[in-house]
């Protein structure tokens, strides 16, 4: 049997990060057959590392929201034409698209047009808007993989072959980095209470949330030993996704300048363990709600787009929360400023109560335990020595091949 070729995909920083994973994954997963696979497509440096032949970086379609989209709209016409082509030219085996479905779901149907399998993995959010894309779901995709409980049902209602695997950050062990290492690294004072604050990793969403983010951090300095709990000072640490290019980097750094003038500020490139040892976070919906939950980490979300994009959303939008800690966990865990509500004061006044030990601190603490308990499955007999929700993502890619998967594991 011969190596297959693989065709990888993924547009965002997080879905970028699980790429990796299971391009490394399959890998290890083909290699007790003695064999190998060829991986292509779009993706980030992580991906790249793991071994994929990069036809479009996932930094230059990164985009969000309706209006944002727009605005790039040629720029992502001219990375997807690209992708297609080289679809056309190298036919791979089997195609593995992680979420970003403006793009993906167009790639998908390219993908069917040929009599390629495709494996999308880490759904869309069909269940909260566009439920009118399942019919796309229905259509071009061969199996769906999700990492969140209640979305399997959903799919399956819909005729859908679905899979819950787990999520990936579920499977990572805690942070081994101590506190007084990350903070030589990161040039913080251990004897201060850190603050994280995580603006999301496109610039557009940084543009937006970050000012916001620091003029909070300018209020919480003022307020010094009131606010700050058991520790007197205050110190801001904001972690920089991987995807983000030179050019980004210094935007933000300008940001913080300009913001955050006199603020003890740090950035880092350790999001995990700047999560981990934070007091409390400040953090843009998304998959980083889902870490800092994972990690126990009390925090507030919080969510801006533009004006016309929040109008549409509104209105379709058919969920009671924005967070995904809350969604999962099918109530308020954790404090939500959207749009307009997210103002600096806004943020103070949710994140105060979380900063000293007590009721309230330890009980965001105890809902986002459940949280973790809610994201893990137990082993399902996949027949892989240590099953991860990557792992089984490996194994279904290689089942749907037709390729051999790696026996049981005698326990």
């Known amino acids: 049997m011969s190596d297959p070729s693989i065709f990888i995909s993924a547009g965002e920083a997080s879905g970028e990060h699980y790429g990796a994973l299971l391009i490394d994954e399959l890998r290890n997963q083909l290699a007790l057959s003695g064999?190998?696979?060829?991986?292509?497509?779009?993706?980030?440096?992580?991906?790249?590392?793991?071994?994929?032949?990069?036809?479009?970086?996932?930094?230059?379609?990164?985009?969000?929201?309706?209006?944002?989209?727009?605005?790039?709209?040629?720029?992502?016409?001219?990375?997807?034409?690209?992708?297609?082509?080289?679809?056309?030219?190298?036919?791979?085996?089997?195609?593995?698209?992680?979420?970003?479905?403006?793009?993906?779901?167009?790639?998908?149907?390219?993908?069917?047009?040929?009599?390629?399998?495709?494996?999308?993995f880490v759904s869309p959010q069909l269940w909260a808007w566009k439920k009118h894309r399942i019919k796309l779901v229905q259509k071009y995709v061969s199996k769906m993989l999700v990492i969140f409980p209640f979305e399997e049902p959903f799919y399956r209602e819909h005729g859908v072959e679905v899979t819950f695997v787990g999520h990936p950050l579920a499977d990572l062990s805690t942070p081994e980095i101590t506190r007084e290492r990350f903070a030589r690294e990161a040039?913080?004072?251990?004897?201060?209470?850190?603050?994280?604050?995580?603006?999301?990793?496109?610039?557009?969403?940084?543009?937006?949330?970050?000012?916001?983010?620091?003029?909070?951090?300018?209020?919480?300095?003022?307020?010094?030993?009131?606010?700050?709990?058991?520790?007197?000072?205050?110190?801001?640490?904001?972690p920089l996704a991987p995807t983000l290019n030179a050019s980004q980097r210094k935007m933000l750094a300008a940001l913080v300048?300009?913001?955050?003038?006199?603020?003890?500020?740090?950035?880092?490139?350790?999001?995990?363990?700047?999560?981990?040892?934070?007091?409390?976070s400040v953090v843009a919906s998304g998959t980083a709600t889902v870490e800092a939950a994972?990690?126990?980490?009390?925090?507030?979300?919080?969510?801006?787009?533009?004006k016309l994009t929040y109008e549409i959303a509104r209105r379709i939008v058919k969920v009671p929360f924005v967070a995904m800690p809350n969604l999962i966990a099918g109530k308020m865990v954790v404090p939500e400023l959207i749009q307009n509500a997210f103002t600096a004061g806004n943020i103070v006044r949710q994140i105060e109560p979380l900063l000293p030990e007590g009721a309230v601190?330890?009980?965001?603490?105890?809902?986002?335990?459940?949280?973790?308990?809610?994201?893990?499955?137990?082993?399902?007999?996949?027949?892989?020595?240590?099953?991860?929700?990557?792992?089984?993502?490996?194994?279904?890619?290689?089942?749907?091949?037709g390729s051999p998967v790696p026996a049981p594991v005698e326990s």
């Open 257 to 280: 300048r300009h913001h955050g003038e006199g603020l003890p500020v740090h950035t880092v490139d350790d999001a995990r363990g700047a999560l981990y040892h934070a007091r409390a």
């Open 361 to 401: 601190r330890e009980s965001m603490k105890m809902e986002l335990a459940r949280i973790r308990d809610l994201l893990t499955i137990a082993p399902v007999g996949f027949g892989v020595e240590t099953e991860t929700a990557i792992s089984r993502v490996a194994a279904i890619t290689l089942k749907q091949l």
């Open 35 to 120: 064999r190998d696979a060829t991986f292509l497509g779009m993706g980030g440096p992580r991906m790249v590392q793991a071994g994929l032949k990069r036809i479009v970086r996932s930094e230059d379609v990164a985009v969000m929201g309706i209006t944002e989209v727009v605005r790039h709209l040629p720029r992502i016409y001219r990375e997807f034409r690209k992708l297609k082509a080289s679809i056309r030219q190298h036919r791979p085996d089997i195609a593995i698209l992680i979420d970003f479905p403006d793009i993906h779901f167009k790639l998908a149907e390219e993908f069917h047009r040929l009599g390629i399998p495709v494996i999308f």
């Open 187 to 238: 040039g913080l004072n251990p004897e201060r209470s850190w603050i994280a604050l995580l603006p999301g990793s496109r610039p557009k969403e940084i543009g937006d949330n970050l000012p916001q983010m620091l003029a909070a951090a300018r209020i919480l300095s003022l307020r010094g030993p009131r606010a700050a709990g058991s520790r007197k000072e205050f110190e801001f640490v904001i």
């Open 294 to 306: 994972l990690l126990g980490n009390p925090f507030i979300a919080v969510y801006r787009v533009s």
